[in-house]
């Protein structure tokens, strides 16, 4: 009737997956710290970006970049994007505006990353940030 269960391989593969998901949340985290401080390089200084969390269910987090003017006195951030991984891992759903992609791996994650930078949304967003009146550092 039934076939004979390996229990203590059902056992490794959970192991398995749980060390897969460590390094996974790990190399996710990596590309967003390289991502924000990337951006904010390239604006010369002029852009932060955060990587926050938001409990969106459990146990996947939430993870939120959000976007600033450096010398911004004003404490309102701007969402550029949200990052909801699998059980920490990939694959993850990246989301922007109304815009969103699941992505399986770095290279994904990386890609759809520049996507969003690419968008006329976040472009508009980013120019807002960088163009709004002086007024706004000296507040």
């Not at 391989?9 to 390289?34: F, K, M, P, W």
């Not at 409990?55 to 951030?77: E, F, H, Q, T, W």
């Amino acid at each position: 009737m039934n076939e004979h269960i390996d229990f203590a391989q059902a056992y490794h593969n959970g192991i398995n997956l749980c060390r897969n998901r460590v390094a996974e949340e790990a190399e996710i985290d990596a590309v967003l710290s390289r991502f924000c401080e990337e951006v904010h390089t390239a604006s010369k200084g002029n852009l932060v970006l955060e990587v926050g969390r938001r409990p969106y269910g459990n146990p996947s987090d939430l993870k939120v970049i959000a976007i600033k003017r450096s010398k911004s006195k004003a404490r309102g951030r701007k969402t550029l994007v949200d990052i909801e991984p699998s059980q920490g891992g990939y694959p993850c759903v990246i989301r922007h505006g109304g815009w969103f992609k699941s992505v399986i791996d770095k290279d994904g994650l990386e890609a759809s990353l520049a996507e969003v930078l690419q968008s006329h949304s976040a472009a508009h967003k980013i120019h807002y940030l960088l163009t709004r009146s002086y007024e706004d550092t000296n507040t």
